[in-house]
């Protein structure tokens, strides 16, 4: 008892890890990993959990085949009353019926075993008991004094349906079953779709029996023994096999004889009333079922692993396209580009001709009294040229924001999985995740502000300890910023830099002036720490456009450790011990 509470336990924490939504997103074949987890899902929820809680409640058969089988005439005349419908339409098995005596239907009507289908109870069909078809979705209870206790029969849906919900039904249940009742025809019995469930019988050591139904009197033992040969041939040797002979019986509806389906019904029944047989065939089927989850689960965990690398992927192509993004920004404040236009006009504006800058290159003390009067007597100009410093920062912004989000969803829409969770967000979200957010210009103008007045921090903070000069050039705090925002764009190594794309020499002008107020270390490190604090900024802002992309994909999928909690819970299966 204390081995079967452990392996309880084992498999219930397997179950609650398969409760996530593991594969949300098309990645490889996320039909087959959806049907894999479903399948594990029913086969813990009908069979090995509530087979575990009462290992000793009745057998459950389930009667399963391909289309035209007779799988229903066959329950019929086992039971020896129509408790479900046969018929020429196709698919004839609407709703499973499950027929057992009426000793064991308290264990049958609960929700214990197949608890996703709604029970539904009736006797014959037609019967004063009121029974007939159930709806899709629903399980028929038919109670039948006839079927001794112990053992139940379960028609199930056509494993080869036209309807696919009948077909991954008839899977569920056949998954559920502790002996599989297989129905086949002489004509049909060789078909791939049998087999594979067959194989599948085999793989997981489920308790079998083969019906080979409509067999002409001439071909009984050359077919019987070609499907034994078979049977044999696929790993299941010594499987019971019976067949039943074509009878040309007056309607669909009718039953077959009682003495054609007496060896099935003599062996069912010897089943139901030998508690030793019953038990040895729960123990194979039980075991056969756990064996099987060492393989199962640890490939389950493979195909987790297979979606997270999928999910993980889209986020890096997110993360890609903004540090390329970042790379454009920095090769913007490198290449001069910010220095020319409206900021070159700005600059003249500032410092007057070009004539007069020549001159004064090489009179930095003079430059800086002519500079400095030039203020006092004018309307700042340095505000002009910081406004369009500001302008052309904001657009290099806006710009490299545009082509991380472009590229971004280029690359998303190549993927299954990319082009996925577009579509999940919706046209309204993704229509606009090609370009840049719509706020980022107002973001953007706060930034560029924010880091020019950390600049002039930068300025009044170095003047604190040059007080001579602080007095001389108090008047020119601001202007002293911008020639500090202007190195930051004009030069990729402080006053060392070379001069780019600015006319008439105004960067080595800029660095000159500033190394003479403050000297040439200080302006070093003055214009790194302005350049390293616009570039965390920048950062910031691009940051806040990648998380539209990542957001899409956040809580998406199984937990990161999902996958290893899936082995160790398989692995804690498999050190049960004997059942």
Known sequence: MAGNDRLRAALESLRRHLDQDLFPLEIGDAAA????LKELRGQLDDYLLPRLAAIDAPLLAVVGGSTGAGKSTLVNSLVGTTVTEPGVLRPTTLAPTLVCNPADSPWFTSPVILPGLARVTGGAIGGASGGGRGEPGTLRIAPVEALPPGLALLDAPDIDSVVTANRELA???????DLWLFVTTAARYADEVPWSFLRLARERSTALAVILQRVPDEAREPVAADLARLLADNGLAGTPLFAVPELALPSERARLPAAVVQPIATWLADLSVDAKARAEVVRRTLTGALDSLATRVPDLADRVERQRAGIAELRAIADKAYDVAMSAFGEGMRDGRLLRGEVLARWQDFVGTGDLMRSLESRIGWLRDRIAAAFRGRPAPDRELRVALES?????IRSTA???AERAVEAWLALPAGRDVLDRSGVAVSGRLGRASADLPRRAGEAVRAWQGHVLDLVRSEGADRRTLARAASFGVNSLGVLIMLAVFSTTGGITGIELGIAGGTGVLSQKLLEAVFGDQAVRTLTQEAREDLRRRVR??????RARFSSLVEGLGPA????ARLREAA???QERGDL
Request: charged fraction near 30%; glycine fraction near 6%.
């Open 560 to 563: 990161t450790e999902t996958a």
């Open 392 to 396: 052309g920062v904001e657009s290099l």
């Open 171 to 177: 899977a569920q249940l056949l998954a559920a079953a």
């Open 33 to 36: 990993d959806r049907r894999v």
């Open 571 to 573: 692995k804690a299966v």
């Open 540 to 545: 910031a802002l691009l940051d806040e456009e």
């Open 402 to 404: 545009d082509g991380a």
